[in-house]
């Protein structure tokens, strides 16, 4: 396909959009899914790294199972994280109430010591990453 019937796609999506950039992009997109000529005359400057990309996310997932490079499975990293927050937190002692409500409110801020309600704050943004990432 010539990059002249591109062009000219692209010159009638922009008038049909009336100079709106963003609504011809919508208008050519699916002017393609129906025109094959268009879909390949635009993807073909695009191809190589298109087909890069097709073999990179193929071999990512083969690669994920085995755990290369020292990380964790996906299996592996959810019995990690369903264990977080079980241990006892005994050894921790938590911060006076009487101490705490004394503070000045506009003192900097101090870490708080880890214990279980940390360790559950932990566990819950582990598993909102991790739900986010297999999205």
Known sequence: MSD???DG???EALQAAKGSPSVAQKLLISWAVNDPDLLLGMAQPFLKAI???AVARAGRRTAA???AGGALSREALERVLSRMGE???GDVAPQPAA???A???AAPARPAPSGVSHEKSMLT????FAAKKVR
């Open 103 to 105: 503070a000045p409110t």
């Open 87 to 89: 241990a006892d937190d």
């Open 4 to 6: 002249s019937y591109v």
């Open 99 to 101: 101490r705490a409500a």
């Open 65 to 67: 199972p085995k755990a």
């Open 125 to 128: 943004l582990a598993k909102a």
């Open 9 to 11: 796609k692209v010159r």
């Open 51 to 53: 087909a890069g990309a």
